[in-house]
């Protein structure tokens, strides 16, 4: 069964220091999107993304994030200066379409980010 | 503000009783509700859905949820827990009028017990 994969499964990185996070949605998946979750706290949206720009974004979502799809089957989240509280588990998912009946997202396993 | 609150941070049954996990959404005309599942190690997956259609929903692995509008709730029922539905639950909301994003609640950690 397709499913959605996420790379690496935990990173460690410095605080300041760049980081990439990488998703490989479903293949024939047109949206894609990015959420996270805080140690402890909800599951938060960060970001939407269909047809190359991103289709709605969160307050989170600041100019430190950015997302791309570089290649048509990578889908990446970069965070370009990284903070403490960035450190949490990132959650990449996708599905094929957005409006009717099936809108269900399917989630990747996660990226657990830690910043020190 | 739109959100969906799971009663019980933490819920533990014996195996072969009925599992009650609860959630209560704010009301909004037509959302899409959403019960997800978390094993350790693994991404969500979802149980069931929904979407406007019939309110008594049925999933996958012998779950349902009943959508009651007038106490709006979307509580998940299993009537015979098993030791592999240990996992952490997830009631999540799509509001009308927010093309994609999903609104999660806290999570509910089912332990299942001898």
């Known amino acids: 069964e397709p499913e959605v994969t996420q790379t690496p499964s935990h990173q460690v990185t410095q605080m300041g220091q760049e980081v990439i996070l990488r998703c490989v949605p479903i293949?024939?998946?047109?949206?894609f999107y990015w959420y996270r979750q805080i140690l402890g706290q909800k599951v938060e949206f960060l970001v939407s993304?269909?047809?190359?720009?991103?289709?709605?974004k969160s307050e989170i979502f600041d100019d430190q994030f950015s997302v791309e799809r570089p290649d048509g089957s990578n889908f990446t989240l970069k965070i370009r200066s990284t903070k403490l509280e960035d450190s949490a588990m990132y959650f990449c998912?996708?599905?094929?379409?957005?409006?009717?009946?099936?809108?269900?997202?399917?989630f990747g396993p996660g990226t657990r980010l830690t910043v020190l | 503000a739109q959100s969906v609150t799971q009663l019980d941070s933490h819920v533990s049954v014996s195996e072969g009783t009925p599992v009650l996990l609860r959630c209560n959404y704010s009301?909004?005309?037509?959302?899409?509700l959403f019960w997800y599942v978390q094993h350790p190690n693994k991404g969500l997956q979802l149980l069931l859905k929904?979407?406007?259609?019939?309110?008594l929903v049925k999933g996958i692995n012998g779950f349902e949820a009943e959508f009651k509008k007038s106490e709006t709730s979307f509580h998940l029922t299993k009537p015979s827990a098993h030791m592999s539905d240990a996992a952490e639950y997830f009631c999540?909301?799509?509001?009308?009028?927010?093309?994609?994003?999903?609104?999660f609640g806290t999570g509910t950690r089912l332990q299942v017990t001898l």
């Open positions: 929904y979407t406007s259609a019939a309110t």
């Open positions: 009301s909004s005309y037509s959302p899409s």
């Open positions: 293949s024939n998946h047109l949206y």
């Open positions: 993304f269909y047809n190359n720009e991103i289709s709605e």
């Open positions: 998912a996708s599905n094929p379409r957005v409006a009717g009946e099936d809108n269900e997202q399917f």
């Open positions: 999540v909301v799509r509001y009308t009028g927010t093309a994609s994003k999903l609104t």
